[in-house]
C-alpha cells in the first residue's frame, strides 16, 4: 500500500484521501504505480487549489456580481465535495466558506451603497425639481431656458430611482419645464406683435423725416427732427432687421437736413464774424466823440455812424452784448450832454432854479440872525437848535446854486 499525508492507495488500486470526517474514496487507480495515482490527483488539487486563488483575486479585485461569485463557489465546492482530488480538502472548503463571506459582506455593501446612491439621486432630482418650479417663473428667458436644458442633462445623468417615485419626480419636472416654455412662447408672441407695432409707427417716421430732408425753414425743421427722435425712442424697438433699415433711413434723413444747415450756417457765421470787425470798427470810431464837447457836430457823427451800423448786420450772439454795450455807452452819454444843454438853455428851468435859490438864501439869512438873537439873548439852547436847521438850509442852497450854476448863471 503506498500512502502521503493526504491520501493512499490500497492494494485493490483503491484511492483514498483523508479529511476531518475520515478516509473517502477518490477513484480506482489501475493503469500505473500507486505513486503516479496519487500524483494524479494531487495535481487535480492543485488544480482546484488555483481555481480558488483566481476566484479569490476577482471577489478582490473585480466587480464580480455577488450572484456570480456564489455560483463560482458553489461550482467549487462541489469539485471539493466529490473527494476527487487528494490535498487538504479542508482547508480548501474553509477558504470557499470565508470567500462566501466575503461575498455575502460585499453583497451587503453593495446593497448599502445601492441603497446610498438612490437617496442621493432621490434627494439630487428633488433638487432640480424644486430648481425647475423657481425657473418656470423666471423671466430671464434665454438664461432660465439655458438652465433648464442643462437640468435636463443633469436628470439624465442620475439613476433612476423606484418606479413610483420617479415618476411623480418626473411629472413636477416636466411640468415646471412645460409652463416655462408655455410663458415663454407668450412672452414672444406678444413681443413680436409690440414689434410689428413699432415698425408700422417707425415707417411713419422715415417717412415724415425724408419729406423734411429738403427744408431750408432751419428751426423749426430741427425742432420736429428732435421731436421725431422721441417719438422714435418712445416706440420701442422693431424686428432687428427692420429696425436697421429704418434706422438707416431715419438717420440718413436727418443727415442730409443737418448737413445742409450746417453748411448754410457756416457760411452766415462767416458773415457774421466779418460784420463783428466792422461793428467793432464803427463803436471805436463812436467812442472817439467823447467826451463831448461840440454837442451838435457830435450827434450828426453819431448819426452817420448809427446808419452804417444798422446797415452792417447780424453778427455773432455771444458777441453781440459787448460791441453793442460799446455803442449804447457812446449813446447814452450823447443823451446826457443834450440833457444839461436842455437844462442850461431853459429859461422856465433857470427861472425856477433862482426863484428857488432866493427863497433859500432869505431863509438862510432869518435864521442867521435869529441864532445870533438868541445867543444874544443868552439862550444858548434856542440858538443850538436854530443852528443844526440853520445848516440843513444851507446844504439846501449850496445844492440849488451849484444847479444854477449849470444854467451859467
Not at 485493490?12 to 500505473?32: F, H, I, L, N, P
Not at 464837447?293 to 453781440?320: M, Q, Y
Amino acid at each position: 500500500m503506498t500512502s502521503d499525508p493526504w491520501g493512499r492507495v490500497d492494494e485493490a488500486g483503491t484511492v483514498y484521501v483523508r479529511t476531518a470526517d475520515g478516509e473517502k474514496v477518490v477513484g480506482s487507480w489501475q493503469a500505473g504505480s500507486p505513486e503516479e495515482a496519487l500524483a494524479y490527483f494531487e495535481r487535480k488539487y492543485d488544480g482546484l487549489v488555483v481555481e480558488i486563488g483566481l476566484l479569490e483575486r476577482r471577489v478582490r479585485t473585480t466587480d464580480l456580481s455577488a450572484k456570480d461569485a456564489t455560483t463560482a463557489i458553489e461550482h467549487l465546492r462541489e469539485q471539493v465535495d466529490a473527494h476527487h482530488a487528494v490535498g487538504d480538502l479542508d482547508a480548501l472548503r474553509k477558504r470557499l466558506d470565508k470567500l462566501t463571506g466575503d461575498v455575502d459582506a460585499r453583497r451587503e455593501q453593495r446593497k448599502a451603497a445601492k441603497a446610498r446612491q438612490s437617496e442621493e439621486a432621490r434627494a439630487s432630482k428633488e433638487q432640480l425639481v424644486a430648481e425647475a418650479e423657481e425657473l418656470a417663473a423666471s423671466e430671464q428667458w434665454r438664461a432660465a431656458g439655458e438652465r433648464l436644458r442643462g437640468l435636463v442633462d443633469t436628470w439624465k445623468s442620475l439613476p433612476r430611482l423606484d418606479r413610483k417615485t420617479d415618476d411623480e419626480l418626473w411629472h413636477r419636472f416636466s411640468h415646471a419645464r412645460s409652463a416655462f416654455s408655455k410663458r415663454r412662447k407668450a412672452h414672444f408672441a406678444a413681443l413680436d406683435a409690440q414689434r410689428e407695432d413699432s415698425r408700422r409707427i417707425k415707417e411713419k417716421l422715415v417717412a415724415e423725416a425724408e419729406g423734411l430732408s429738403g427744408s431750408t425753414d432751419w428751426g423749426p425743421t430741427a425742432a420736429r427732427y428732435r421731436e421725431l427722435m422721441q417719438d422714435w425712442k418712445a416706440a420701442g424697438r422693431a424686428q432687428r432687421d427692420a429696425e436697421d433699415d429704418l434706422w438707416n433711413r431715419f438717420r440718413g434723413a436727418q443727415d442730409i437736413f443737418f448737413q445742409a444747415r450746417g453748411e448754410v450756417f457756416a457760411e452766415r457765421d462767416a458773415e457774421q464774424r466779418e460784420n463783428l470787425g466792422r461793428k467793432e470798427e464803427l463803436a471805436a470810431e463812436a467812442e472817439k466823440l467823447l467826451p463831448v464837447t461840440d454837442l451838435k457836430a457830435a450827434r450828426a457823427a453819431f448819426r452817420s455812424i448809427n446808419e452804417r451800423w444798422e446797415a452792417v448786420g447780424h453778427v455773432p450772439r455771444d458777441a453781440r452784448p459787448k460791441v453793442e454795450g460799446r455803442m449804447h455807452a457812446v449813446e447814452r452819454a450823447l443823451q446826457d450832454a443834450e440833457e444839461s444843454e436842455w437844462r442850461r438853455t431853459n429859461p422856465e428851468a433857470r427861472a425856477r432854479a433862482e426863484g428857488l435859490t432866493g427863497q433859500l438864501q432869505a431863509a438862510v439869512d432869518k435864521l442867521a440872525r435869529q441864532v445870533d438873537q438868541a445867543r444874544a439873548a443868552g439862550n444858548n439852547a434856542k440858538a443850538d437848535k436854530l443852528a443844526q436847521e440853520l445848516e440843513g438850509r444851507q446844504a439846501l442852497l449850496d445844492q440849488a446854486l451849484k444847479g444854477l450854476h449849470e444854467f451859467g448863471g
